[in-house]
């Protein structure tokens, strides 16, 4: 079975602040895939990134960055001087060798002004 | 150009009514699947479309009724529906039906249902 938890509901931090979303995953699978999604208010939802789990390179990406550690199941998000826009609920989800995505409970991230 | 589109925005319909939701990809994408999101949870997938051919049913109630024309549509027809059927309605696509193809999200239909 898979499993995926973001302790954290929510997030509130002063604009400029760093966040960091935490997402522990469960698998019996050796390969699979993890993948972060936003989610602003309009609705959409907005492909961040896509891990596979035999690489463990942390990746950055403008603001953005990921922590990757398959010792401890987890693949972490951290947001580097947050803006207003960043205000989103973010999912963590899994996939391992099919087609469904498990996705955490999210997290919803207010950075305010 | 990763984007799929989704119409209409928002649909209000009683439940006796028949509507449709619309979704279109032109990524050349094969897979297109449809979710059902409730306010402040996680989507949950409802079907895929593989090669336009139904290839998983997560046991929706029949008065949801997918419909791929093609395989850059795909349709939601809705019939009878119930207010607990209030949610917003995601439809997304991947290259291929496997994990290791992203699947890529329209902005959803919200739906209310009186």
């Known amino acids: 079975a898979q499993k995926v938890t973001q302790a954290q509901t929510e997030i509130s931090v002063v604009e400029k602040e760093d966040v960091t979303l935490d997402c522990v995953y469960e698998?019996?699978?050796?390969?699979?895939?993890l993948f972060w999604y936003k989610q602003p208010p309009s609705g959409e939802l907005v492909f961040l990134i896509r891990?596979?789990?035999?690489?463990?390179q942390n990746e950055i990406s403008g603001r953005y960055s990921w922590n990757f550690q398959k010792s401890t199941s987890s693949f972490n998000f951290t947001i580097t001087a947050s803006q207003v826009v960043d205000s989103a609920v973010y999912f963590c989800?899994?996939?391992?060798?099919?087609?469904?995505?498990?996705f955490g409970a999210g997290t919803t991230v207010t950075v305010r002004a | 150009d990763t984007e799929v589109t989704q119409t209409p925005k928002h649909l209000v319909m009683g439940m006796t009514n028949k509507k449709s939701l619309k979704c279109e990809q032109h990524?050349?994408?094969?897979?297109m699947y449809w979710y059902k999101q409730k306010a402040k949870k996680p989507p949950e997938l409802m079907f895929v479309?593989?090669?336009?051919?139904?290839?998983i049913n997560e046991s929706v109630p029949s008065r949801f009724s997918p419909e791929c024309p093609n395989s850059s549509l795909l349709n939601l027809h809705l019939h009878a529906l119930q207010p607990e059927d209030s949610a917003l309605y995601l439809c997304?696509?991947?290259?291929?039906?496997?994990?290791?193809?992203?699947?890529?999200f329209g902005p959803g239909t919200r739906l209310t249902v009186l």
């Open positions: 479309y593989s090669y336009e051919k139904l290839s």
């Open positions: 891990r596979n789990s035999f690489d463990e």
């Open positions: 990524m050349g994408h094969r897979a």
């Open positions: 698998t019996r699978d050796t390969t699979y895939y």
């Open positions: 997304a696509s991947s290259q291929a039906e496997t994990s290791t193809d992203t699947q890529y």
């Open positions: 989800a899994l996939s391992p060798n099919d087609y469904k995505l498990s």
